[in-house]
């Protein structure tokens, strides 16, 4: 092997480093293009709410919860992530249609996946959280709290329904629930 001089070292560091600067630079870009041109932000950036009154007004009542369909035909699934449940326990989405998934916590962080899906976010309290996704088939998935909230964290499971978009029949009032929770 060929002894480097110490300037042969300075200017070979020197190269990686630009070239780690680079590599740095083109993923900052990628980041800020996918979220200001493309829209394309955090499950979090869902807005913010505040965690001591979120049962009390807003779109967390109880009444609000669970899975509604809206003039536009806009299907919107909201669920309060709590110590140790989610609720409602069960939402029916339909197949091949996009759905927003709603979240927000009124009391410790959780977070949440859809089992063989991309739906997969933290539920920070004083945030909601957002998912758009489209289930592609009919099936029953779980709903795992994936972030330990406390004694009962292994319990705080919920079920997706995924329906065939003929099966999707929301109610006079827009609503869509599991027959049973
Ligand atoms: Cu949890």
């Known amino acids: 092997m060929v002894a480097q ?28 293009w996918a979220a200001v041109a493309m829209g394309r932000n955090p499950p979090s950036d869902g807005g913010v709410i505040d965690p001591k009154t979120l049962h009390l007004s807003r779109e967390f009542t109880e ?18 992530a709590a110590q140790f449940q989610f609720i409602p326990a069960c939402i029916v989405v339909p197949a091949g249609r996009p759905v927003t998934l709603r979240f927000s916590s009124p009391d410790v962080i959780h977070g949440l996946l859809i089992v063989g899906t ?3 976010t933290m539920v920070v309290p004083g945030y909601i959280s957002q998912v758009r996704t489209v289930f592609s088939r ?15 964290h292994s319990q705080m499971i919920a079920t997706v329904r995924v329906v065939a978009p003929a099966d999707f029949k929301p109610g006079p009032d827009g609503r869509v629930a599991c027959a049973h929770g």
């Open 118 to 120: 991309n739906v997969n």
């Open 5 to 32: 001089s110490e300037q042969d070292v300075v200017a070979s560091e020197l190269r990686w480093g630009v070239f780690v600067a680079l590599v740095v630079a083109i993923i900052f870009a990628a980041i800020v």
């Open 63 to 80: 009444a609000n919860l669970g899975t509604s369909v809206g003039q536009d035909g806009a299907v919107v699934a909201r669920v309060v």
């Open 138 to 152: 009919p099936g029953v998935l779980l709903m795992p709290c994936h972030e330990f909230c406390g004694l009962g």
